[in-house]
């Protein structure tokens, strides 16, 4: 993408070997910001590098970028510069750097601000044509949420990212599922063990959660009987909140099912003992749906 682009430039705060932006400083170091561990300062840098015309794409940890929400708030999101916020190490997959490092509230501080576009994708493909979008064509500032774990791929290479648009899995016609990130496969392969329950299941990946895609919701919504969201976050404020805004503002009275982070905080351990604790393994979803669909 640097070489691509001349005009990205990209931050860190002293955490580039995690983020895997060194690779960026090493090949472009003149392009390159370490900014130690401040990141309100980098966050000011990076919306003055875009008001002069770059591209910044700057990266943290999800929880300690978006810990940043003032500074983000009025640099980036009042002045709608081009800047890229990587929030990287996202959700309870990250495993055993506990809670503190564990962003589970971040979707919601960055959907909560006007004009601030909020990514998520499911796959490394799909991250890919993602990013490359951002350093082409997207104006305004951008929230993207990385996990830390490897993803199935989800999507051959041919794969084109579109801003604002889910993208239809799976075909079903009676429990639709909406997952985002790192739980999105697990949706899947649930979705396919109901399918052998004689339940016809479909599946919507949610790379875009604002601007969300409301009119493929709907449109499941009203041919579903039962809905799912899956994601890797507090259900307040995420993926099933939005799911539910989208529902309840078009008179849509589908029921729906949040799986995720209710309302709790996270712990210490492998990415997946707490995935099957939180109900976010292959399993859980299937159990948990397969009694909403039953109820």
């Known amino acids: 993408m640097g070489e691509k682009y001349p005009e990205v430039v990209v931050l860190d705060a002293d955490l580039s070997v995690s983020t ?44 300690f970028v978006v810990g940043r929400f003032e500074t983000i708030r ?101 429990v639709a599922f909406f997952a985002t990130g790192g739980v999105v496969y697990n949706s899947y392969l649930a979705a396919e063990q109901l399918e052998k329950k004689g339940i016809s299941s479909t599946v919507v990946n949610i790379h875009t959660l604002k601007p969300i895609d409301e009119e493929l919701i709907v449109q499941v919504a009203k041919s579903h009987k039962k809905l799912i969201t899956v994601e890797d976050h507090n259900i307040i404020g995420g993926l099933g909140s939005a799911v539910s805004e989208v529902l309840a503002e078009n008179g849509i009275g589908t029921p729906l099912l949040r799986i995720g982070v209710e309302d709790i905080y996270g712990e210490s351990g492998t990415g997946e003992d707490l995935y099957e604790k939180y109900g976010l393994s292959t399993p859980k979803i299937y159990e948990r749906s397969l009694q909403f669909f039953q109820s």
């Open 74 to 174: 009025i640099s980036i999101a009042y002045n709608q510069v081009n800047a890229r916020i990587i929030g990287t190490h996202a959700g309870l997959g990250i495993g055993e750097d506990g809670y503190t490092q564990m962003a589970l509230e971040d979707i919601a501080l960055m959907r909560s601000l006007p004009g601030m576009g909020v990514l998520q994708p499911g796959d490394p493909i799909e991250t890919k044509s993602m990013i490359e979008y951002l350093a082409s064509h997207h104006k305004g500032p951008v929230y993207v949420r990385l996990t830390r774990q490897n993803l199935v791929s989800l999507f051959n290479e041919d794969y084109e990212f579109k801003y604002g648009k889910g993208v239809l899995l799976k075909e079903g016609k009676e």
């Open 20 to 63: 895997k932006s060194a690779g960026f400083g090493k090949k472009f170091p003149d392009r390159f910001f370490q900014m130690g561990i401040a990141e309100a300062n980098m966050i000011g840098t990076a919306a003055g590098l875009a008001l002069s015309g770059k591209t910044p794409f700057l990266c943290s940890f999800g929880c």
